[in-house]
């Protein structure tokens, strides 16, 4: 009989949204690792408890690189309203930066400046799927050797020897 896949979209998308939205609120951006990490884990949980097979590391992976892939989108348009917000402190921080460092390169200070334009949404878009990814194929991996079900080995010489015990006493 062969096992059904699991559906691995709809965990990866409730892992994904939780970590995306929550890696974008500011002050809690600061743990963003922890919350793509958290996500991943999260649906590799709901991925568990829905399937009624065991599920192997690489599993966990997929649905770890799928929720990073949503938590990164879900960030990039939550990002879009607070960019204001971000650009002021990030500007704030590299003029502080600045202050108390001898060499910086020329414009440093400008860095974060400007509007947040398509080309850099997507470029901020593209780079924060891959970190996601990344980060989520490690929770997902962890997430499945935490909550999955674990294999049952049977041991081969026991059961070799209550086989043959049987047939000694034919």
Request: glycine fraction near 12%.
């Amino acid at each position: 009989m062969k096992s059904r896949r699991p559906n691995l979209f709809i965990p990866a998308l409730i892992g994904g949204a939780v970590a995306g939205a929550l890696s974008s609120i500011p002050l809690f951006n600061c743990l963003c690792c922890i919350w793509i990490i958290g996500g991943a884990m999260l649906a590799a949980f709901l991925l568990v408890k829905d399937s009624p097979d065991v599920l192997s590391a690489g599993d966990g992976a997929i649905v770890g690189i799928l929720t990073g892939i949503i938590a990164a989108v879900v960030h990039s348009f939550i990002d879009i309203p607070l960019w204001p917000f971000v650009r002021g402190f990030f500007q704030n921080m590299m003029k502080w930066v600045a202050e108390y460092t001898e060499e910086t390169p020329s414009g440093w200070e400008d860095w974060f400046g400007g509007e947040l334009s398509a080309f850099r949404f997507f470029l901020e878009l593209m780079a924060s799927a891959v970190f996601f990814s990344i980060l989520g194929a490690l929770g997902g991996i962890m997430g499945i050797s935490l909550f999955g079900k674990k294999t049952q080995h049977k041991i081969q010489g026991a059961s070799d020897a209550s086989q043959n015990a049987g047939h000694r006493q034919s």
